[in-house]
T-cell receptor, first 113, second 115 residues
């Protein structure tokens, strides 16, 4: 059974810092990995999608890497801003005929002005 | 092109009542997924549907919960005889292809409170 773990559970940093969020998964047989952002009381916004054959994806100040063999992904946020404050979720689509995403519990990020 | 639309956004039900949650996928998307987010928990997959077919309901409780995605109209997640433990945020996602191959787009969610 696939399990996704995100570390740290919460993070508070001053504005302007670069930061890294970590995600690990137990079964390396994945199709893809997605990073989402969730604001309080809101839905999920997809940030980056990495296919299993890819190593990384970039969008603006965000860079996500994937090491499928070791079961790890990182989300790098450059030059953080207060508007980046949110919960960041990592999710994988696994093989073995399973449908649907398996989510981690998220990292609650606060960027201090 | 509107995103995934869920309604209602907030729903309050008394114990024993029925809750009906609706999800309209993005235009051109024929795959719908329902997830539940319990307080302090991560999102959990419930069910995957295509038009008129339930493909995978492995994450759905065996009793009181049902889902459909008719040929016309939105997908419906139905919870009968709700209990306090059903209080959660329910999210719907849609994709143009089966989720394993493509990005999923999520709605704003329906927050169900059972009193």
């Amino acid at each position: 059974k696939q399990e996704v773990t995100q570390i740290p559970a919460a993070l508070s940093v001053p504005e302007g810092e670069n930061l890294v969020l970590n995600c690990s998964f137990t079964d390396s047989a994945i199709y893809n990995l997605q990073w989402f952002r969730q604001d309080p009381g809101k839905g999920l916004t997809s940030l980056l999608l990495i296919q299993s054959s890819q190593r990384e994806q970039t969008s603006g100040r965000l860079n996500a890497s994937l090491d499928k063999s070791s079961g790890r992904s990182t989300l790098y946020i450059a030059a953080s801003q207060p508007g980046d404050s949110a919960t960041y979720l990592c999710a994988v689509t696994s093989g073995g005929g399973a449908d649907g995403l398996t989510f981690g519990k998220g990292t609650h990020l606060i960027i201090q002005p | 092109n509107a995103g995934v639309m869920q309604n209602p956004r907030h729903l309050v039900r008394r114990r024993g009542q029925e809750a009906r949650l609706r999800c309209s996928p993005m235009k051109g998307h024929s795959h719908v997924y329902w997830y539940r987010q319990l307080p302090e928990e991560g999102l959990k997959f419930m069910v995957y549907l295509q038009k008129e077919n339930i493909i995978d309901e492995s994450g759905m409780p065996k009793e009181r919960f049902s889902a459909e995605f008719p040929k016309e109209g939105p997908s419906i997640l139905r919870i009968q005889q709700v209990v306090r433990g059903d209080s959660a945020a329910y999210f719907c996602a849609s994709s143009p292809l089966r989720e394993v191959n493509t990005e999923a787009f999520f709605g704003q969610g329906t927050r169900l409170t059972v009193v």
